[in-house]
């Protein structure tokens, strides 16, 4: 049984930190592409960042570049999300996900496994 348990998140001024972290298990990590993506209520799912199951490559959507930066560890099997800068705009449900089924997407359809979330509140 596949398992992505997030952590982190909490509430912050504009222009605080936050680091957001996805324990997984149940799964060959190592053979998994990872991301994050984000919801807000009465929203559509929004893709943040995810990095390639190499480690090689990693995607970030517009709103976030420069601010967010993911990065994985296979060892212990996780993968973070540092987000500097924060804005009210990012507030939101964190998602952590998981897809070993091709190439890498920003669809959230495409991925097949979701934790329960975690929730970031921005305060300007």
């Known amino acids: 049984q596949v398992t992505l348990v997030e952590s982190g998140g909490g509430s912050v001024q504009a222009g605080g930190s936050l680091r957001l972290s996805c324990a997984a298990s149940?799964?060959?990590?190592?053979?998994?592409?990872m991301g994050w993506f984000r919801q807000e209520p009465g929203k559509e799912r929004e893709f943040v960042a995810a990095?390639?199951?190499?480690?090689?490559?990693?995607y970030y959507a517009d709103s976030v570049k420069g601010r967010f930066t993911i990065s994985r560890e296979d060892a212990k099997n996780t993968v973070d999300l540092q987000m500097t800068s924060l804005k009210a705009e990012d507030t939101g449900r964190y998602y952590c996900?998981?897809?070993?089924?091709?190439?890498?997407?920003?669809?959230?359809?495409?991925?097949?496994?979701w934790g329960q979330g975690t929730q970031v509140t921005v305060s300007s």
């Open positions: 149940g799964l060959a990590f190592s053979w998994y592409h």
């Open positions: 996900v998981a897809d070993n089924t091709g190439e890498l997407s920003q669809h959230s359809y495409r991925w097949d496994y």
């Open positions: 990095v390639t199951l190499s480690g090689d490559r990693t």
